[in-house]
């Protein structure tokens, strides 16, 4: 008797299964559908504002990268959805492979000008056009002519991985080099978000009591106001796949069904909303 228990509790199990990962599948299809129709509104909208205001300032030059980087990230989601859909991936090796390394340079680019946006406006920083737009070009020559050859040429090639899948470098992760590098980009985020959080707070919470009750009438209270949605598109979108990264690779060793490859892959998808912030602007709710 105790045999047959554990028998239909292990039978039942894996009945479970398929719909636990028919859920999941879905709800991956769900977020990056909801960042390909959002994404791209806000991007067109926000692109319009600004032909209109014709603006130069730095903030103007920090949202039109902005604006740039989302549109690269919102070119690949079509690929995305297209695997996830037919559950096949029919566009080759080194396509599966530039369309990974595009959403996590978008993240981690999104994220230094994110960190940009609130330390000018923190420290009350006046950069020149010119010194704003050669970092700004610095960044985007470093992802592009660095670390995007790097991560095509290594990433994906030391296991074998069938040409009918992709987004399955799992077995990377148990390399030594790969396990620094993750924690090291796991470390860097964690502390500078916690670090800019704690000060934007304080800040914010001296000009309340410096300018109660008409706080919202004050400038300066608005700037530091604004620059905290930043941090919290931060909190929602790139936190959770950075908290769990260090739990996927502490364990994908013993993942040998791949049961946490959806999840690692749905925290992925949860970075890239972070392309709703324009949407956000035109709606008002960071403007």
Known sequence: MPNSSVTQQNHSSNEMLPDISERLHTILITLYVIDLAGGTVGVIMMSHQLFQRRSQSVMTIIIINLLVLHTFMLLSIPFRLSYYILQEWKFGRFACKLTSAIIYLHMYTTFSFYMAIIITRLFRLEFGKCYTTSWVAAVWLVGALVITPVFLSYYGTSKTYQSSKCFQFHQEMQETPMVIINYCLVGILLAVCAVLTIIQLSVIYRLAVKYWPDINSHVEFRAQAKSFFFILVTLVCF????????????????????????YNEIFLALTTMCCLDMLCFIAGIAH
């Open 239 to 262: 936190m959770p796949h950075h908290v769990f990264r260090v739990y996927y690779i502490q364990n994908c060793h013993l993942d040998k069904d791949h049961k946490l490859l959806p």
